[in-house]
């Protein structure tokens, strides 16, 4: 079944740096790859995805990029603000199973001031 | 519109003990999911329901029960509390199927002793 990695777990960056969270998957055949941040006491919200037709995609200071050769993608955060502090989830699509969107195990996201 | 609400936001049970947690959704979506969220790990999905009347079970459903009252509420019911059952659980649904955005409720945090 579709395994999902996810790397780091945490990671701490200075305010107006980048960040980049890197996420492996299994199943070549996944064509879709959202990305879900979790502030604290909240439920996961969505922030960008990428379908396998296209190898970038941004979204003002977010950008993920996908390499299905590779079967990795990556959530970039480019001009990191406080408010960017959360857990961040990677999820890929799964076609065999009972759960068809697999999440990654999670990134604390620290900015510094 | 309120979106995805859940009740209730804590609840601790004793062993043996049984209890249901509500979910409804105001955006007319027709799917529904059920997901547990423990420490270090993804999202893992209960149960979900793709339109109303039909629920299927997914990756993680011994010990649990669902209902799809109608389209806009889900409900899941544990029977027989378990330790094991100690988890955060988000409620959550999307318009069409797992593709498309999923919108989370705001979790239930249960503890069992």
């Known amino acids: 079944g579709e395994n999902v990695e996810q790397h780091p777990s945490t990671l701490s960056v200075q305010e107006g740096d980048s960040a980049v969270i890197k996420c492996t998957y299994s199943?070549?055949?996944?064509?879709?790859f959202p990305w879900y941040k979790q502030e604290l006491g909240k439920g996961p919200q969505l922030i960008i995805d990428?379908?396998?037709?296209?190898g970038e995609k941004k979204d003002q200071r977010i950008a993920v990029t996908l390499n299905k050769t590779a079967k990795h993608f990556s959530l970039h955060i480019t001009e990191t603000q406080p408010e960017d502090s959360a857990v961040y989830f990677c999820?890929?699509?799964?076609?065999?199973?009972?759960?068809?969107?697999?999440f990654g195990q999670g990134t604390r996201l620290t900015i510094n001031p | 519109n309120a979106g995805v609400t859940q009740t209730p936001k804590f609840q601790v049970l004793k062993t043996g003990q049984s209890m249901t947690l509500q979910c409804a959704q105001d955006?007319?979506?027709?799917?529904m999911y059920w997901y547990r969220q423990d420490p270090g790990m993804g999202l893992r999905l209960i149960y979900y329901?793709?339109?109303?009347?039909?629920?299927d079970k997914g990756e993680v459903p011994n010990g649990y029960n669902v209902s799809r009252l109608n389209k806009r509420e889900f409900s899941l019911r544990l029977e027989s509390a378990a330790p094991s059952q100690t988890s955060v659980y988000f409620c959550a649904s999307s318009a069409g199927d797992y593709t498309d955005t999923q919108y989370f409720g705001p979790g239930t945090r249960l503890t069992v002793l």
């Open positions: 990428i379908r396998s037709n296209v």
């Open positions: 999820a890929a699509e799964r076609i065999q199973g009972a759960q068809k969107l697999v």
């Open positions: 955006m007319n979506h027709n799917s």
């Open positions: 329901s793709a339109s109303e009347g039909t629920t």
């Open positions: 199943d070549s055949a996944s064509n879709y």
